[in-house]
Every structure is written in C-alpha cells, then in structure tokens.
C-alpha cells in the first residue's frame, strides 16, 4: 500500500509561487503515476496534472497550464508540484494521489491527506 503525505502549502501572494512536495513510502517515484489535485470550498475535486512513469506529464487543467509543472526525485522519495503566478483562484487544498498504474488513467487510488495552499495579498 502507497501512503502519500504532502506537504509545502501556505500563504503566498498573488505573482508569487510555492513548491509543494509529496513523500511517497511504499513505493518509488517512478514505480507508478502520480498526480495532483484541489479541491477549492464549496467546489468538486479538480485534476491538475499528472507525471506518468515513462511518458512524461500531462496538465488536465487548462487554468495552470504553463504556471504548474510536476516532477519526481526518487532519491527522495518525492512527486513535486511546482507553481508559479499564483492567483486568488488557485486557493484550494491540493492533494497527490497515484494510480497503481504506470500511465496517468483516469483512476487514483492512494491519496494523501492534502495541504492548504491560500494565495491572498
């Protein structure tokens, strides 16, 4: 069994950018895909972006595309969402998850516990 535990969100202001940071135990990095989501108050989960194991990633989201990229670093045991020009809008709890699949399908099955990201000046 995966376990995911996130961390790295925050207060950031507008413009400005944060790297959030998913350990994985139970598995490498590169075993699987692993994406990233958020779910904003009183809206549903949004897919983000997912880095598959050997084809690279793939934004689901048209509002982060060319702000946020994800990447991997197996000595650490680690999936990253890296983002950038934060907005208000990108305040959401934002959670890693994987699918136990080596390509990015459409079901994730392990999910960590989130980390609030608040974007505010």
């Known amino acids: 069994q995966v376990q995911l535990v996130e961390s790295g969100g925050g207060l950031a202001q507008p413009g400005g950018s944060l790297r959030l940071s998913c350990v994985v135990s139970?598995?490498?990095?590169?075993?699987?895909?692993f994406g990233w989501f958020r779910q904003a108050p009183g809206k549903e989960r949004e897919g983000l972006i997912c880095?598959?194991?050997?084809?690279?990633?793939?934004t689901y989201s048209d509002s982060v595309k060319g702000r946020f990229t994800i990447s991997r670093d197996n000595v650490k045991n680690t999936v990253y969402l890296e983002m950038t020009r934060l907005r208000r809008e990108d305040t959401a709890v934002y959670y890693c998850?994987?699918?136990?699949?080596?390509?990015?399908?459409?079901?994730?099955?392990?999910w960590g516990q989130g980390t609030q990201v608040t974007v505010s000046s």
């Open positions: 998850a994987t699918t136990y699949r080596s390509w990015c399908s459409s079901e994730f099955d392990s």
């Open positions: 880095l598959s194991r050997s084809e690279g990633s793939t």
């Open positions: 139970g598995a490498a990095p590169d075993d699987y895909a």
